[in-house]
């Protein structure tokens, strides 16, 4: 759910070239730490993602976490649960509106979600199946001065009764490819109790030198990374993560 932010980070970059509006974007995310997510998706607005309008948007996403099985076996009792595996896959599909501004963009969307997930533990006899929900996402990309960065994410689905959030500023740094540099801080709770905080530092929309071709005008892949500590409260210690997302406006 880490790629919802960046969806919003095209009116740095409006045009493919001089003649089409830019109308897609690909986006791919990797959090990574004790707990892991990856996802990939597609956003697509057919008057351009830097103009109000329609939108919609697409992902598919993978986790792998650990927990202690409290009450799945008797060693629960000896003061040390065994350790067991949560594998978790997620689709969503959801449509709203953008309204984009001088200050940058927000947009709300709202549909379907699929959810599907495994306790790779001793207990497990069966695969669960595939829970259907609703999801709601609301997204904010904001620059309240040419130097500076706000983002928010607000992510709810009832598939897992899960819920995301992330918060980020950042001041753009002309010496790290104009990137914006700054702290970031995230939260995310489901039904099975699972809470997870984070807090870090993020570098956000930069992009890598144009080697071939230098003299075309091409869609240009931006990323962001960023890396903190982390704190899960079924494994109960903090811990670091790191993040890679990246975009590519088509």
Do not use: C, N
């Given at each position: 759910m880490l790629c919802a932010a960046v969806s919003l980070a095209c009116p740095d970059a409006p045009r493919a070239d001089e003649r089409e509006e830019v109308r897609t974007v690909l986006f791919g995310s990797l959090d990574a730490g004790r707990s892991s997510f990856v996802s990939a998706g597609a956003k697509f607005a057919p008057d351009g993602v830097g103009r109000d309008g329609p939108v919609t948007l697409a992902t598919l996403g993978y986790g792998l976490r650990p927990e202690r099985d409290w009450w799945g076996d008797p060693r629960a009792q000896a003061g040390r649960p065994p350790r067991t595996l949560r594998h978790t896959v997620q689709a969503g599909a959801v449509a709203g509106w953008q309204w984009a501004r001088?200050?940058?963009?927000?947009?709300?969307?709202?549909?379907?979600?699929?959810?599907?997930?495994?306790?790779?533990?001793?207990?497990?006899?069966?695969?669960?199946?595939?829970?259907?929900?609703?999801?709601?996402?609301?997204?904010?990309?904001?620059?309240?001065?040419?130097?500076?960065?706000?983002?928010?994410?607000?992510?709810?689905?009832?598939?897992?009764?899960?819920?995301?959030?992330?918060?980020?500023?950042?001041?753009?740094?002309?010496?790290?490819?104009?990137?914006?540099?700054?702290?970031?801080?995230?939260?995310?709770?489901?039904?099975?109790?699972?809470?997870?905080?984070?807090?870090?530092?993020?570098?956000?929309?930069?992009?890598?030198?144009?080697?071939?071709?230098?003299?075309?005008?091409?869609?240009?892949?931006?990323?962001?990374?960023?890396?903190?500590?982390?704190?899960?409260?079924?494994?109960?210690?903090?811990?670091?993560?790191?993040?890679?997302?990246?975009?590519?406006?088509?």
């Open positions: 001088d200050w940058g963009v927000a947009a709300l969307f709202a549909g379907p979600e699929l959810a599907f997930e495994v306790l790779d533990s001793p207990g497990t006899e069966r695969l669960p199946a595939p829970r259907l929900g609703a999801r709601m996402q609301a997204e904010l990309w904001a620059r309240p001065t040419d130097a500076t960065l706000v983002t928010a994410t607000l992510i709810g689905g009832t598939a897992r009764w899960s819920a995301w959030g992330r918060v980020s500023w950042g001041v753009r740094l002309p010496a790290l490819s104009e990137a914006y540099l700054g702290p970031e801080a995230a939260l995310y709770a489901d039904r099975t109790g699972y809470r997870k905080w984070s807090l870090g530092l993020h570098a956000t929309d930069f992009g890598l030198p144009q080697i071939i071709l230098p003299q075309m005008s091409l869609p240009q892949l931006r990323f962001r990374v960023s890396a903190g500590w982390v704190y899960e409260e079924q494994i109960r210690r903090p811990g670091i993560y790191g993040t890679l997302t990246a975009w590519l406006p088509l």
